[in-house]
């Protein structure tokens, strides 16, 4: 038996959405979702545990800097699938970026990435993600009622250093009883 967990952070830019273990759509099965935008128009984020085996210079062939690099693109959701965004941590958020969470924004400024790439300062990364994760105005609040999301404040450590295998399982194991036992599911590798 499953047992609904009550919000732990208001639904908002900057939060996790995990997926319950009874939450069976093959989109968002185990998954990590980072919120980026939520309003009275829905709410947009991206998948942060489901890495392709798709390297961002393949993807972005035109972009020197990528050349050589290991980096890969993550599944951000299955919207937009032929469409890359970029999520970067950086010291210093640029204007001409969307500001999610502690120095967290989604943005397309190759300079940035460029910048991040040839710098030493080991604070600032990115990720890559293919598409996005959507839902229309009151989607995503019908979900929550129905008990498919966990909301959890959004860790940019988690988003950017942890291995994505980890990250639904560690998340489940720190709720505690009675979402313990399902963080030693099997992470499902054919959802990536």
Same mark, same amino acid.
Not at 26 to 48: D, K, S, Y
Not at 125 to 133: D, I, K, W
Not at 177 to 192: G, I, K, T, V, W
């Given at each position: 038996?499953?047992h609904?967990?009550p +919000?732990?952070?208001?639904?908002?830019?900057?939060?996790? @959405?995990?997926?319950?273990?009874?939450?069976?759509d093959?989109?968002?099965? %185990?998954?990590?979702?980072? @919120?980026? !935008?939520?309003?009275?128009?829905?709410?947009?984020?991206?998948?942060?545990n489901?890495?392709?085996?798709?390297?961002?210079? !393949?993807?972005l062939?035109q972009?020197?800097?990528l050349?050589?690099?290991?980096?890969?693109?993550?599944?951000?959701?299955?919207?937009?699938?032929?469409?890359? +965004?970029?999520?970067?941590?950086?010291? %210093?958020?640029? !204007?001409?970026?969307h500001?999610?969470?502690?120095?967290?924004?989604?943005g397309g400024?190759?300079?940035?990435?460029e910048?991040?790439?040839?710098?030493?300062?080991?604070s600032?990364?990115?990720?890559?993600?293919?598409?996005?994760?959507?839902w229309?105005?009151? %989607?995503?609040?019908?979900? +929550?009622?129905?008990?498919?999301w966990?909301t959890?404040?959004?860790?940019?450590?988690?988003?950017?250093?942890? !291995?994505?295998?980890m990250?639904?399982?560690?998340?489940?194991?720190?709720?505690g009883?009675?979402?313990?036992?399902?963080?030693?599911?099997?992470?499902?590798?054919?959802?990536?």
């Open positions: 038996m499953i609904r967990v +919000m732990l952070a208001p639904l908002g830019k900057g939060i996790f @959405l995990v997926a319950s273990p009874a939450l069976r093959p989109n968002f099965r %185990q998954t990590v979702v980072l @919120l980026c !935008e939520h309003g009275p128009e829905g709410a947009l984020g991206v998948v942060v489901r890495p392709t085996a798709v390297h961002i210079a !393949e993807a062939p972009v020197p800097v050349e050589g690099q290991k980096h890969v693109l993550f599944a951000g959701g299955p919207v937009q699938t032929n469409q890359i +965004m970029l999520l970067y941590r950086l010291n %210093q958020v640029p !204007e001409n970026s500001h999610i969470f502690d120095g967290v924004c989604l400024d190759l300079a940035v990435l910048r991040i790439l040839t710098s030493s300062k080991g600032e990364a990115f990720r890559a993600y293919l598409g996005y994760s959507g229309g105005p009151g %989607q995503l609040e019908r979900e +929550m009622e129905t008990g498919s966990i959890l404040p959004a860790d940019p450590e988690i988003v950017f250093e942890k !291995e994505p295998a990250i639904w399982p560690d998340i489940l194991a720190s709720l009883e009675p979402f313990r036992h399902y963080a030693d599911m099997p992470f499902d590798p054919s959802l990536n």
